[in-house]
């Protein structure tokens, strides 16, 4: 059998406030992802976002600052295509 470990030209936004967790979740995704940002709350995600544009958005809900959902609701408001998780 022959898996195919080929990196796919997609970014990744990843949003987690636990450090421990971003940092095991992101060690295993750089697998499949060309890029990966980090952020630990939404306020800092947005600003990646606008900066950055990534193809994927994986977000926690409960974080300080701006929770997940809210972090969201601000990206649809521009973006309505972006997957988010």
């Known amino acids: 059998m022959i898996v195919n470990l080929e990196k796919s030209k997609y970014t990744l936004l990843y ?3 636990e450090v421990a967790m971003r940092k095991v ?3 295993f995704l750089r697998l499949y992802f060309s890029e ?3 952020a630990s709350n939404g306020i800092e995600a947005l600003e990646i976002y606008k900066e950055k544009k990534p193809d994927v958005i994986i977000t926690d809900i409960e ?3 701006m929770n997940g959902l809210e972090f969201c ?3 649809r ?3 309505k295509n ?3 998780m």
Do not use: G, Q, W
Request: net charge negative.
């Open 63 to 65: 974080m300080p600052k």
């Open 82 to 84: 972006t997957p988010m």
């Open 73 to 75: 609701r601000r990206i």
């Open 25 to 27: 979740t992101v060690m």
């Open 36 to 38: 990966i940002y980090e």
């Open 15 to 17: 949003v987690e406030d």
């Open 77 to 79: 408001e521009e973006d």
